[in-house]
């Protein structure tokens, strides 16, 4: 379903407002939470879930929380429109290339890590346990297979997600200010990626409530450990203020390994 020009002025406008400060948020109020954060019980149910594109290929290994997705999940699922092209630029380009070459050279080294002298027995296994270790927490970087199953993701994706992006143009030069005076998100990178995700999920969320489709919060699933994001697992205080003004619901950011988690618990 499109929206009318008319609605998208109204929403670019309303976004602009916040995040250059026309209207106060409640940044003190965030500041303070974000010091002394109290767990918060929600319904996984009804938090609208915004997937990174640092997420999509250490979601497709797991096959529970697609079907959540797909078939269980009341509330907006939101793909910002900007991580659909981050993602092919800074990941499965970059999975499909090293793939081959990572794998060959891990089963070189495990070979030559098992001619080691006896003497060295000792330093063989623990650099065995190291590599295994490596190979179970990044395997996904260099294996051909979670790209393919990436794809199951997409589909679902694909009708279920609310994508939109905001104009570039109208929000360029609040880019350039909100850099300059280390606002979040994005202050910690060259280029002003981060910050259109951010637009496009707001924009993406404002056209959830237009359309009457329900959350008590947000969440952003991403893997990317930058402080303009989050600290510590604590979504940054301003970011908090300003979904808050615009929405009225809380913000957080989880990593993939916490919805796994998260999922797992709704199934039980």
Not at 60 to 65: F, I, T
Not at 94 to 113: C, F, N, P, Q, W
Not at 224 to 242: F, N, Q, T, V, Y
Request: with cysteine.
């Amino acid at each position: 379903m499109r929206t009318s020009s008319t609605d998208r002025e109204g929403r670019e406008a309303k976004i602009f407002e916040v995040l250059n400060r026309s209207v106060e948020v409640a940044a003190l109020d965030a500041l303070i939470y974000a010091y002394k954060p109290e767990p918060r019980e929600f319904d996984l149910a009804q938090t609208a879930i915004v997937l990174d594109s640092s997420a999509f290929l250490r979601l497709g290994p797991h096959v529970d929380v697609i079907d959540y997705l797909n078939s269980r999940h009341e509330a907006p699922v939101v793909l910002p429109g900007q991580t659909i092209q981050e993602f092919w630029n800074n990941n499965l380009n970059v999975a499909d290339s090293i793939a081959t070459g990572i794998r060959k050279k891990y089963e070189d080294l495990k070979k030559e890590i098992q001619k080691v002298d006896e003497n060295f027995q000792d330093f063989g296994e623990r650099f065995t346990a190291l590599i295994d270790e490596f190979r179970t927490s990044f395997g996904y970087a260099y294996d051909g297979i979670t790209v393919r199953r990436t794809m199951s993701l997409f589909e679902v994706l694909r009708e279920k997600a609310l994508i939109s992006y905001v104009r570039r143009d109208r929000f360029i030069g609040l880019a350039a200010h909100r850099k300059q005076t280390k606002t979040p998100p994005g202050f910690k990178d060259d280029l002003d990626g981060d910050f259109f995700v951010w637009l496009d999920m707001l924009d993406s969320l404002l056209i959830a409530q237009s359309r009457h489709m329900p959350f008590d919060n947000v969440v952003l699933v991403s893997n990317d450990k930058k402080p303009d994001w989050s600290r510590e697992g604590i979504a940054h205080p301003i970011l908090c203020a300003e979904l808050m003004t615009l929405t009225g619901v809380p913000f957080e950011t989880w990593d993939v390994g916490k919805l796994v988690q998260k999922v797992a618990a709704a199934g039980e």
